[in-house]
C-alpha cells in the first residue's frame, strides 16, 4: 500500500511538471474539455459536436500567435525590433540588399 501511494504520488508529480511546460496546450486541451462536457450536457447532435471540436484545431494556431503577440507588445519598441530581427534573421539574410546592411539599419 506504501509503494502504491509512492506510486501515485511520483506519477502525479511528474505529471504537474509536464503540464506547466506548454501552457497553451494545457489551455487548449482545457477548453476542449469544457467544449465536450458543454456539448454532453446540452445533448448537442453529433454533426454539430464534429463542427465545433473542428473550429478550435482549426483556429488553435491563431490563438497561440494572439497569446505571443499580447507577450511581445509588453516589451519596448527596441526589444521588439531585436525580437523581430532574432525571428526573421534567416530570410532577411537571404534579400541581397538587406544582407549587407548593418543590423541597426533593418531595426
Known amino acids: 500500500a506504501i509503494m502504491a501511494s509512492l506510486w501515485t504520488y511520483v506519477i502525479g508529480a511528474v505529471c504537474g511538471?509536464?503540464?506547466?511546460?506548454?501552457?497553451?496546450?494545457?489551455?487548449?486541451k482545457?477548453?476542449?474539455?469544457?467544449l465536450n462536457w458543454l456539448m454532453r450536457d446540452r445533448q448537442v447532435p453529433q454533426e454539430m459536436c464534429i463542427k465545433l471540436r473542428r473550429y478550435l484545431h482549426e483556429t488553435r494556431e491563431m490563438k497561440r500567435?494572439?497569446?505571443?503577440?499580447?507577450?511581445?507588445?509588453?516589451?519596448?519598441?527596441?526589444l521588439k525590433g531585436e525580437f523581430a530581427h532574432f525571428l526573421h534573421k534567416n530570410w532577411i539574410e537571404q534579400v541581397?540588399?538587406?544582407?549587407?546592411?548593418?543590423?541597426?539599419?533593418?531595426?
Open 30 to 34: 482545457r477548453t476542449l474539455d469544457d
Open 17 to 28: 511538471i509536464v503540464s506547466t511546460m506548454e501552457p497553451h496546450e494545457v489551455a487548449f
Open 65 to 78: 500567435w494572439g497569446s505571443e503577440h499580447a507577450v511581445v507588445e509588453q516589451l519596448s519598441p527596441q
Open 96 to 107: 541581397w540588399y538587406f544582407a549587407t546592411m548593418p543590423d541597426e539599419v533593418i531595426l
